[in-house]
């Protein structure tokens, strides 16, 4: 781009001219150059030529009740945002049971606060077929750090050996060692009948001899604490407690195994608890609890509509060693699915073939060693077939994963990184990789502009990449927070500046496109509040909004500043594609639309959005319509409500219609 000419350069000189020479021979001079840089650098950003080819930003404006610590957020197909927080990583909000979600609508800048039943903290979530949004696990217990845990603990299983009831033990129920030290549990616990296994067998002469039977007992886990301080509670050795308060059968059916109770760092723990979110009642509407608890779980929808939950902390606070689940979402119930161990929040992308690809990425918890290697996963045989060609691959966690647009050519890409845990490790390295090939194996793309963890990055309508935010350090150590854009071009594998933004993003932000072709930025959770990290720092609690170059200067567009025509409109249509996958909507100005794009809506989290997809659509015209054909392939276009964008020549997009497909 040019520079800008005339008030730009009059502009300069008067801030640089002779008046500042003489303020400079008095003041430090470079604060007053800082001053005048920044007084430049806003006038510069805010030029319709500087916008047109870099965007702008835009700090959206919430009323303070409905400022909240944005962990999750979810696009759902009425166009509103649901921004989860629960207890917002705010242990006096957990302690005290307050859990937020808000309701935002973009159209009209509206907000309103939604009845939140459970810790939705850290939980995982997925776009159902019908448009709901499946939210599952979420936060039991908080994290007791090492020198904090003043009192020992650990799992407790208990046991039923009586095959004719469940037993539920209460908040409270003390656990007694054979040494008589006692531990009181800390949550509500059910533990399943004992099941009886019957065989027959049979003499030498072929006669049936008497039944046997077999009982295994039933089993369940739960986390107890003890009850006085100090070194006699613990134990690394394997014992049976008894359950205080029982008596005869009872005493004998019913007892708990531990093996290890310490002060050792005490993570946190998940919860069993799954909800579906009603975006026309706007309401959460309970369904079947899973059978394991999860804290920072994947969950990825299936071509069939079913959704898989993927690994998470259990109820103890121990990375779940691959017991995935399924929901099925028309019974409303969760079954056992394939074994495989995954890192928390590992991002998994359903392909054309039905397998899961796990491109690597993940966040926070799991041994630097295990489970780490990129490779495509297929749940009905839980087969594993490695992908290898990844550099840095020890510094995949808190990376970024998507498809890259269209979903039809099977590539996906994984952008920066950072070490395991608490590392100051990161890589400006990115990754593609073509799963159509035979072979497939991942060759480096072009490098971001420096070591980045916590990288947002968007699909746009017009088949680019939008990545923003992120930090060189954990969690924006050292003011590392990196106040840079870009956008990534598949077709020429090339990354080209975007404006900049104004509020860092490192540890849980978010970023998710809207149905007007604009792009939302949420959260931010930085360790501390100064470069010297002496100072805690606070949660970030406002959202900037920005404008892609496409949008700039558009004629009836909110962010107009010159005449250029305007966007292309999609008129009156159906909202759900027929038999034969088509859809036909009215339209004005038919020969100006070139490309269409059926966009998944992203449901986003630590850096975790494995719901978004770009499917390239043939489109046909008449004089006032225009004709898109979906394809058929459940696993490319898995069932749910879709964004359908349509972009002129220039790739200026429609404003989204939503369409849904499949059956609900």
């Known amino acids: 781009m040019a520079k800008p000419r005339g008030p730009a350069g009059a502009f300069r000189r008067t801030l640089l001219g002779g008046g500042a020479v003489?303020?400079?021979?008095?003041?430090?001079?470079?604060?007053?150059?800082?001053?005048?840089?920044?007084?430049?650098?806003?006038?510069?950003?805010?030029?319709?030529?500087?916008?047109?080819?870099?965007?702008?930003?835009?700090?959206?404006?919430?009323?303070?009740?409905?400022?909240?610590?944005?962990?999750?957020?979810?696009?759902?197909?009425?166009?509103?945002?649901l921004i989860i927080a629960g207890s917002g990583n705010n242990q006096k909000k957990f302690d005290e049971g307050t859990f937020d979600t808000i309701l935002w609508n973009p159209a009209d800048n509206t907000f309103r606060k939604i009845p939140t039943p459970e810790d939705f903290f850290c939980s995982g979530h997925a776009q159902l077929p019908d448009g709901r949004l499946l939210v599952a696990g979420g936060t039991a217990r908080y994290e007791v750090l090492d020198g904090k845990v003043s009192r020992a603990g650990g799992g407790m299983r208990v046991k039923n050996e009586d095959p004719d009831k469940d037993v539920t033990f209460r908040k409270g129920t003390r656990f007694r060692s054979p040494s008589g030290v006692e531990y009181v549990s800390k949550f509500a616990v059910t533990v399943p009948r004992a099941k009886r296994d019957f065989t027959i067998g049979y003499g030498r002469s072929g006669r049936m001899l008497p039944w046997k039977t077999k009982l295994t007992a039933g089993e369940a886990r739960v986390f107890v604490e003890a009850a006085e301080k100090g070194p006699q509670a613990l134990t690394t050795q394997a014992a049976q407690y008894e359950i205080v308060g029982l008596t005869g059968k009872d005493a004998d059916n019913l007892y708990g195994i531990a093996q290890?109770?310490?002060?050792?760092?005490?993570?946190?723990?998940?919860i069993r608890a799954a909800y579906e979110f009603d975006p026309r009642a706007e309401k959460y509407v309970p369904v079947n609890p899973m059978k394991e608890a999860r804290w920072y779980p994947t969950l990825v929808t299936l071509g069939d509509g079913k959704v898989l939950a993927v690994s998470g902390l259990d109820d103890v606070g121990a990375v779940l060693t691959g017991d995935n689940e399924l929901y099925d979402p028309k019974s409303k119930t969760w079954s056992k699915g394939p074994t495989r161990y995954f890192p928390t929040y590992p991002a998994l992308f359903l392909t054309q073939s039905g397998k899961l690809f796990y491109s690597g990425s993940n966040a926070g918890y799991g041994p630097a060693l295990k489970?780490?290697?990129?490779?495509?996963?297929?749940p009905r045989t839980n087969a594993f077939t490695r992908v290898n060609g990844l550099t840095d691959i020890d510094r995949t966690e808190t990376s970024s994963s998507l498809m890259l647009p269209p979903a039809q050519d099977q590539r996906v890409?994984?952008?920066?990184?950072?070490?395991v845990g608490e590392s100051s490790k990161s890589t400006a390295r990115t990754a593609i990789v073509d799963l159509k090939e035979d072979n497939p194996a991942f060759q480096e793309g072009p490098?971001?502009?420096?070591?980045?963890?916590?990288?947002?990055?968007?699909?746009?309508?017009?088949?680019?990449?939008f990545t923003s935010g992120g930090s060189s350090d954990y969690r924006g150590r050292g003011a590392s927070d990196i106040l840079k854009a870009q956008f990534y071009d598949p077709r020429t594998n090339t990354f080209r500046p975007a404006a900049d933004p104004t509020v860092g993003r490192d540890y849980?932000?978010?970023?998710?496109?809207?149905?007007?072709?604009?792009?939302?930025?949420?959260?931010?959770?930085?360790?501390?509040g100064d470069a010297d990290n002496t100072k805690l720092g606070t949660f970030e609690q406002r959202v900037e909004i920005y404008t892609p170059p496409y949008l700039q200067g558009l004629r009836g567009h909110r962010a107009a500043k010159t005449g250029r025509a305007g966007r292309p409109v999609l008129g009156d249509g159906p909202q759900q594609v027929d038999q034969h996958g088509r859809a036909t909507f009215r339209a004005a100005r038919p020969d100006r639309i070139v490309t269409a794009r059926l966009m998944r809506p992203s449901a986003v989290t630590h850096s975790t959005d494995v719901e978004q997809r770009s499917i390239a659509l043939t489109l046909s015209r008449?004089?006032?319509?225009?004709?898109?054909?979906?394809?058929?392939?459940?696993?490319?276009?898995?069932?749910?409500?879709?964004?359908?964008?349509?972009?002129?020549?220039?790739?200026?997009?429609?404003?989204?219609?939503?369409?849904?497909?499949?059956?609900p």
């Open 260 to 270: 290890k109770l310490t002060t050792e760092k005490q993570d946190f723990q998940g």
């Open 447 to 465: 490098r971001l502009p420096q070591g980045t963890r916590y990288l947002s990055s968007v699909l746009l309508p017009d088949d680019t990449v």
């Open 413 to 419: 890409m994984l952008l920066g990184g950072g070490g």
């Open 622 to 663: 008449t004089g006032d319509s225009v004709t898109v054909d979906v394809p058929s392939d459940p696993a490319l276009v898995p069932p749910g409500w879709y964004m359908l964008f349509v972009t002129d020549a220039r790739g200026v997009p429609s404003e989204a219609k939503w369409i849904r497909v499949g059956k």
């Open 22 to 81: 003489v303020v400079l021979a008095g003041l430090n001079a470079p604060a007053v150059l800082s001053f005048t840089a920044e007084k430049y650098h806003a006038y510069k950003i805010a030029q319709p030529g500087y916008q047109r080819q870099y965007g702008s930003w835009e700090v959206l404006d919430v009323p303070r009740k409905y400022r909240t610590n944005a962990i999750h957020a979810a696009l759902l197909h009425t166009g509103k945002v």
């Open 371 to 378: 489970g780490r290697q990129p490779g495509l996963w297929d």
């Open 508 to 528: 849980h932000s978010e970023a998710l496109l809207l149905p007007d072709g604009r792009v939302v930025t949420f959260g931010s959770d930085p360790l501390y």
